[in-house]
């Protein structure tokens, strides 16, 4: 009894949040703070690439979608629409190739530049989100990853961000292989995140985007 106990401690403390409470309130604060300011300040771009959408795509401008986060539970996550109205009318999740091949012609551009996700702005203001953290998955591949890496669950330790060490070196998973890689990336980060590692990312990936890498 005492050895499963000492187990269970282990396994805890190998996954053991790096941030103590006080540095994740002031996170939350930060996330909160910059995201209501990029919302207001971005305000002209959002109108633009919504009439954009609008107009070259028709039919719903923002896409909406499940997505599981902090604690496990289940949040709507907001991005602007890049694929056909119907793409994914049959309910099964596509790859990334499959997507590429569904997406419009201002979606493509908006993808590429990662002006899609602006609107996640709103979930980083409302808690949902971080600006840094692992990105959030979708129930069926969460229990995909589940089956092979049980480790998983300690993701759920920390609130989904927008960007990340690992969808800076991994980008988006279209196998289980990377799937499990980025896990081992974000499990890295939660035992070793810092509000200066933190920017450090945030840094890194504005400089990524503006150099037009691909990720």
Do not use: C
């Amino acid at each position: 009894m005492e050895d499963m106990q000492n187990d269970k401690m282990e396994i805890q403390n190998e996954y053991k949040d790096a941030m103590n409470g006080v540095e994740r309130m002031v996170k939350r604060m930060i996330d909160f703070t910059i995201s209501l300011s990029g919302i207001i300040v971005l305000l002209p771009i959002y109108i633009l690439i919504y009439i954009m959408v609008l107009v070259f795509s028709g039919g719903e401008v923002i896409y909406k979608q499940e997505r599981i986060g902090y604690k496990g539970k289940p949040f709507t996550i907001y991005k602007f629409r890049t694929m056909k109205r119907d793409a994914e009318k049959n309910g099964i999740p596509r790859t990334e190739e499959e997507r590429r091949g569904q997406m419009t012609g201002v979606g493509a551009f908006l993808r590429d530049h990662h002006l899609d996700e602006l609107p996640q702005l709103f979930n980083v203001l409302l808690g949902d989100m971080s600006f840094v953290g692992p990105r959030p998955e979708r129930q069926v591949f969460i229990d995909k990853i589940m089956e092979v890496a049980p480790r998983y669950v300690h993701v759920y330790k920390m609130r989904p961000g927008l960007t990340s060490m690992a969808t800076l070196y991994n980008g988006y998973t279209d196998t289980m292989e990377k799937m499990v890689k980025r896990l081992d990336m974000d499990l890295e980060y939660l035992t070793t995140r810092s509000l200066w590692g933190d920017l450090v990312i945030v840094v890194k990936t504005a400089l990524t985007i503006i150099s037009g890498k691909k990720f």
